[in-house]
């Protein structure tokens, strides 16, 4: 007995350490023109968005990326705060400094929803759409989600994704519906190799948008969007606006037809209007 106690144990660390993110690996494969020229492993850290931040604030070049394995305190949109397990998921940050105006900046944040779902449908068949603007969903459950962050004159954009084990102990601590993109795909996903795809298309879509080609990025994001057509509600501010989700725009805005009129929206939570509410 006391001897298989060690054995045990190092196996555990052996497994812990395998189950640990091969940055190296994802710099060496990846052929991308501006984004992941470096990329910033840690193990843990308070939340990757703020280390891009704090990275750009130092004078850190565009296209870093920072990746962790566990955030500490990972943050959401609307302020909430965003939580992984650790090993299991993506949580990563990309530091960018656009030329442009800010009202183009929520282009570049679905352009980002666009980049995973198309990774993910196209390169694993798994039936990813986006909930505008930001949510990634399989079956109605939330899988991802992306926080864009603004400083000065850089932009993170921040992907947190739940990749591999059961999504039932993070859906107790969050308190809604969520799953991973290994329920769909039936099997773990090799987490580097989802990274570098996806940190690839995000590339193809950052040049797009740097060539002012943002009509071409949404369109990329319109295919994926699963709200229009729906009865939505959507809190804009203090304010409740109801009624049919219609359109995303050139510029990224939803059109909701009210039955009084059409709103556009630029920012606002969305929130699906089923028949019984
Ligand atoms: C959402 O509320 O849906 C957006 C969640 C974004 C989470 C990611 S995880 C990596 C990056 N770092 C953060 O602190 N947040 C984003």
Redesign the pocket.
Known sequence: MLKTEPIASVTLLTMKANNCLDASWVRTVLGTEVVGHRICYYPRI?????QALRLADAGEAEGTVVV?ET?T??????G?C?L?EPGN?L???VLLRPACNVSWLPVLSLGAAAACAELLTSGYSIPVVTKWP??LLVAGC?V????LEQRGGAVVV???LNVNGPPESLEAQVGTALTTLEKHYGAPLPREEVLVGILEKIDGIYQQFQGGGLAEVVGRYRRFESVLGQSVQVSVGQEMVRGTAMAVTDTGALVVDTGKGQREITAGEVELVTGSQ
């Open positions: 308070d939340s990757t968005n703020e962790a955030q305190a990972g943050r959401g949109r609307r909430r965003w992984d998921a949580l990563f940050s930001n949510d939330k991802g989600g992306i926080l921040g992907i947190g």
